[in-house]
């Protein structure tokens, strides 16, 4: 069983949940390489990157480029060495009209990561998800690809259930 008890790992979820609050994600890491101790590594706005231009018509959100900010920054935090586990708001829309936020569960699992590290990783998301429980959907990954925007927003949209996609 992974130790997520830690008060400011809610707190940090609470955040992310509340639309009030600037905070986009939060990263849990373990403590040590033989810990099953979770604590908050980090959180974060999105803010820290130049706000990048719209990627396509599909993503686009405004010009601001909110959908995926908060996800850029993030990404930039997983390690290869790692395994953590991250919680994020994501914007998007299906036209001008319809901007929505969902929530993500990432499980990170570094390249480099140990085996034993691996082999306790779904036990413990199962601790995870209990304190960090709601979600529209998680994601699996253990490259920088498997974080890319567009499957994550087509992803969303089918769980929303108002996906306007046709394939």
């Known amino acids: 069983m992974a130790d997520v008890s830690n008060p400011e790992i809610k707190e940090a979820y609470e955040k992310v949940r509340n639309d009030k609050d600037d905070t986009a994600w939060l990263l849990l890491d373990y403590a040590s390489d033989k810990s099953d ?3 908050l590594t980090e959180t974060g706005t999105g803010a820290s990157l130049p706000i990048p231009p719209p990627r396509s ?10 959908c995926t900010q908060g996800l850029d920054e993030l990404k930039t935090k997983f390690q290869d060495g790692r395994a953590s586990f991250a919680y994020i708001r994501v914007k998007y829309s299906n036209d001008a009209e319809s901007v929505r936020e969902k929530f993500v569960l990432i499980t990170w699992i570094g390249p480099d990561v140990r085996v ?18 709601a979600y529209s959907i998680d994601v699996a990954a253990s490259s920088q690809e498997d974080l890319a925007e567009e499957p994550i927003v087509k992803r969303l949209r089918q769980a929303g259930g108002a996906s306007y996609d046709r394939a």
């Open 116 to 133: 034993m590290r691996k082999a306790k990783l779904s036990v413990h998301a199962t601790d995870v998800k209990k304190v960090l429980a």
């Open 37 to 39: 101790v979770l604590s």
């Open 57 to 66: 018509a599909l993503l686009s959100l405004t010009n601001s480029g909110e």
